[in-house]
Structure formats: structure tokens, C-alpha cells
């Protein structure tokens, strides 16, 4: 993807980074995926100076399949949605900086946000927006064949098995969203499932079992991963029967769920469930006043119900208590439209 306002660190103008990093912006959002993608829409037109810190544009639906859940659309693919999310932002000017925060840190009245870059940046308030990291399956071979046959993004590789036999393992949304997809060009799409039941809603489920080209091998483990310069086969095994047999794969993909980076959040200092997600309030305020957090990162949605429409909603609200944090502790409202932005209930009291 590119644009004016998506700035990678690398190939950054040293002009426009010097300027993100020496101005006060009034929120820095760490994470650009939906809720971080909507904060900043929601930051822009409440007059606020916003940037956003990310490792990658559109976060997790830049990797979804086919999208047939959000609103406005009755069916786009991940990174299609992606782009628009990110054509949005672009037309409210708010620049996207492509690096990885590592940590934040309040000084005096404000936050520093530090990079693995190197760089900082000086914010009024912070929305931590991160999301959450792919599990691994951490058996031997899967570091070896990662990009030779393992991949955790169907929708990014998917074409690359056009004519063949892949698997996927998990039994989830995402797993079911996978093989959806993959069975779209590959001949053969085995899931391999630890449970002998889904985890994916009813309507996968329905979608999966019709699909011809679909087969589900219940209560299985995947032990090794096999090949030569390419992956070629993968070693199961049967967790009832212990019973270990080997599969022949063009392809596999992990899909074996998420978690979140605790180890920035501790750094960080956030009050945490204990499982490791942020603690908010229905605010999205979290334990240290002035960083707020939103999407798939938070401790308030049920874990199998994280949605980019939950996201999103999310990143509004949090922009939005941003916003007047901002106007109770700074006293201030900029930008043209700032006004008009503010929300009505606040318009009718003032
Ligand atoms: C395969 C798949 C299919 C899906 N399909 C659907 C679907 O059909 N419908 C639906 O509603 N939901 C779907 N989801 C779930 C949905 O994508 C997530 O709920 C949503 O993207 C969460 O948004 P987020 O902004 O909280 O986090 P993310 O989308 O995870 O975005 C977080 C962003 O933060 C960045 N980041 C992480 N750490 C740092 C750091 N230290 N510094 C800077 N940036 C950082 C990441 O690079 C990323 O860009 C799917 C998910 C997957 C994986």
C-alpha cells in the first residue's frame, strides 16, 4: 500500500520525521488496525493532532479471507477492507508511521512513546491499539518451512496452491475462514483439529461440511513438520489413540488462535487481566490515566468475540474519551472543524 501520509521509517524524509517526532501530538495511536485505523478518524474530526504508530497497515484484516460481517459490505476480502480503512484515514491527513513501539512512558504532563527505531514520540494522550500476536505451533520444522510451505495468512498465500492438497490447523473462525478460502483454489483442504467439535460460528460450520473439497481430521495433533527445501508432509498425531501417521502437504496453515504482547503491557505499567489482556472501563480508559485501548488487545469483549466492528466501536469511544481528557486537563480544542466535531451532548451543555 501506498500514500502521502504512510510513512515508512526506512525510506522516511528525514524533514517529516523530524516533525512527528518534535511536535506534541495529541494522541499517538500504537497499533493501526480497525480500532486504531478508527481512533484516528474519530481523533481528526474532533480537531485533535493525531498519529499513528504501526508495524502494518490494517493489522489483522489485511490477513482475514473473505469479510462478510461488516457493515457496508456484503462481501470484501481482508485486505481489500484494509485498504479502504486505510483510504479513510488518508483523507483526514493523519499520518501513518510504519515502526514498533516498544515502550511508553509519561513525562511530566505528557507521554513518550519510544520506537525500535529509535525514535520518540510526544503525546497528550496515548490509545494503545496493538491487537494481538499469531500463535505458533512450536514443533520442529515449522521455523524451517515458514515461507516454504507454512504460512499464517491464507488470504496472503492461498493463490500461491492453486491445483493443491493443504491443510489447516485450528478450529476456529479464522481456521474455517482459511480453509473457506483455500479450497477456493487448492484441490484438497484437510483442517486438522485437536477437539472433535468447532469452535467457528454455526455458519462456517454449515459452509465447511457442504464444501466437497473439505475433510476435517477430528482430535489431531500436528508432532513435526517434513520436507525437503519445501514442506512435503506433516506428522500427526491422534490425541484418543496416540496413534502418529504421516500426511502429505503442499501447504499448512496455522491458525491456531492469538495473544496479546504482555510483555509491552508490562513495561508499560497497565493494569492487566490475567491472561494478559488491558484492563479498560466501558470508556476505554485503562489503569494509567490519559492511555486508553481498544480491539482485540482488551480485556472487555468475550475472547472467540473479537470482531472488527467491535474494534472499531472501540476506537471510536477511545478517541473519544482522548478527546475530552484532553479538553478537562490541556483546555483546548484545534483545528477547524473541532467544534462542529465535538459531540452533541457536550454542544448542548456548553
Ligand atoms: C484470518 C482472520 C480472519 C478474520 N476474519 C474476520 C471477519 O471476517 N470478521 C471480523 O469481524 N473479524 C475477523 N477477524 C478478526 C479481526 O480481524 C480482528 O478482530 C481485528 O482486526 C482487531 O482489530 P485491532 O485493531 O484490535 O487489532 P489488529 O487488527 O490486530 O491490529 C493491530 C495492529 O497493531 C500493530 N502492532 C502490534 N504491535 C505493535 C507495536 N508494538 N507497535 C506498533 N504497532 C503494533 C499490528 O501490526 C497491527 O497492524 C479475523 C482475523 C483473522 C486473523
Known sequence: ??????????????GVAEELTRKV????????????????????????????????????????GWVENYLGYTR????????????????????????????????GELFKVYTLNGDEYTGRTV????????????????????????SYCAACDAPLF??????????????????????????KVYIIHRRNQLRAQKHYQDLLLRNPKIEIIWNTVVKELRGDRLLRKVVLQRVDTNEVFEMPVDGLFVEIGAEPPVDLFKRIGLDLSQDGYIRVNHLMETSIPGIYAAGDCVDLAPRDFRQ??????????????????????????RGKDAYEARPKSELYES
Do not use: C, W
Open 162 to 187: 492453486k491445483g493443491k492438497v493443504v491443510a489447516v490447523v485450528g478450529g476456529g473462525d479464522s481456521a474455517a475462514q482459511s480453509a473457506l478460502l483455500l479450497a477456493e483454489y487448492a484441490n
Open 76 to 107: 470484501i476480502m481482508g485486505p481489500g477492507l484494509a485498504k479502504k480503512f486505510e483510504e479513510h484515514v488518508k483523507s483526514y491527513n493523519v499520518p501513518i508511521v510504519i515502526d514498533s513501539v516498544v515502550d511508553v512512558k509519561r513525562y
Open 308 to 333: 472488527i466492528v467491535v474494534a472499531a466501536a472501540q476506537g471510536a469511544l477511545a478517541a473519544y474519551s482522548a478527546y475530552n481528557y484532553i479538553i478537562k486537563k490541556f483546555g483546548l480544542i
Open 25 to 64: 501530538h495529541d494522541v499517538v495511536i500504537v497499533g493501526g488496525g480497525p480500532a486504531g485505523m478508527s481512533a484516528a478518524i474519530y481523533a481528526a474530526r474532533y480537531g485533535l493532532d493525531a498519529v499513528i504508530i504501526t508495524e502494518e497497515v490494517g493489522g489483522q484484516v489485511g490477513k482475514a
Open 127 to 150: 490509545i494503545i491499539s496493538v491487537g494481538t500476536k499469531r500463535r505458533k505451533l512450536n514443533v520442529p520444522g515449522e521455523d524451517a518451512y515458514s515461507g516454504r510451505g507454512v
Open 1 to 14: 500500500m501506498s500514500g502521502a501520509f504512510k510513512i515508512s521509517v526506512a525510506k522516511m524524509d528525514f
